[in-house]
């Protein structure tokens, strides 16, 4: 079965740190370009960030530019996503999302829970 | 503020019709293939349309998708009340290099 399933969400302080994992099975994730895409509560999706199969070029929304670096290990399957200098508004879902070509995603995780708050 | 611009709502009966607007510009809906999403609270979204109008397995052709220009559209025919989801348009923004989605349509099937 093509799935992917993120993990390392969490509670964390503002100013504080964390990294999320996905990890896909079912399909040969090393071809495929990968995305992040958000929902905070209340609010409708936001793209994060992509990045290519082969780990370049990547790609970030300006809310996070500076502050989240995505990265992929393609031995392991595994997408990340580091969050440095996290703050209030990056409380959301966070989805790891399949990238087909021309700009869909066409294979989502169940999400993981971020919460940024003192 | 979304880039691409949906109505926050729509509403019909079932069986019925309903079409779902998504306006951009000639950097992203202009120049770019046009996905749409439908979300269920608590779920994963699913893709329904991609470059355009096509369907992935297991879509009905009850959902169909368009564009024209710098809109795109989302149909879908014999309205369900299983339906009822909030619905996302997304795209990418070639000046932004950015990915983008709509802020999102709540179907109300009534």
């Known amino acids: 079965e093509v799935q992917v399933v993120e993990s390392g969400g969490g509670l964390v302080q503002p100013g504080g740190s964390l990294r999320l994992s996905c990890a896909a099975s079912?399909?040969?994730?090393?071809?495929?370009?990968m995305n992040w895409v958000r929902q905070a509560p209340g609010k409708g999706l936001e793209w994060v960030s992509y990045i290519r199969s082969s780990g370049s070029p990547v790609y970030y929304a300006d809310s996070v530019k500076g502050r989240f670096t995505i990265s992929r290990d393609n031995a392991k399957n595994l997408l990340f996503l580091q969050m440095n200098s996290l703050r209030a508004e990056d409380t959301a879902v966070y989805y790891c999302a399949r990238d087909l070509p021309m700009n869909a995603f066409d294979v989502w995780g169940p999400g993981t829970m971020v919460t940024v708050s003192s | 503020q979304s880039v691409l611009t949906q109505p926050p709502s729509v509403s019909a009966a079932p069986g019925q019709k309903v079409t779902i607007s998504c306006s951009g510009s000639?950097?992203?809906?202009?120049?770019?293939?046009v996905s749409w999403y439908q979300h269920l609270p608590g779920t994963a979204p699913k893709l329904l349309i991609y470059?355009?109008?096509k369907r992935p397995s297991g879509i009905p052709d009850r959902f169909s998708g368009s564009k024209s220009g710098t809109s795109a559209t989302l149909g879908i025919t014999g309205l369900q009340t299983g339906d009822e989801a909030d619905y996302y348009c997304a795209t990418w923004d070639s000046s932004l290099s950015v990915g983008v989605f709509g802020g999102g349509t709540k179907l109300t099937v009534l």
């Open positions: 470059e355009n109008n």
């Open positions: 000639s950097s992203n809906i202009g120049n770019n293939y």
């Open positions: 079912g399909f040969a994730f090393s071809r495929y370009s």
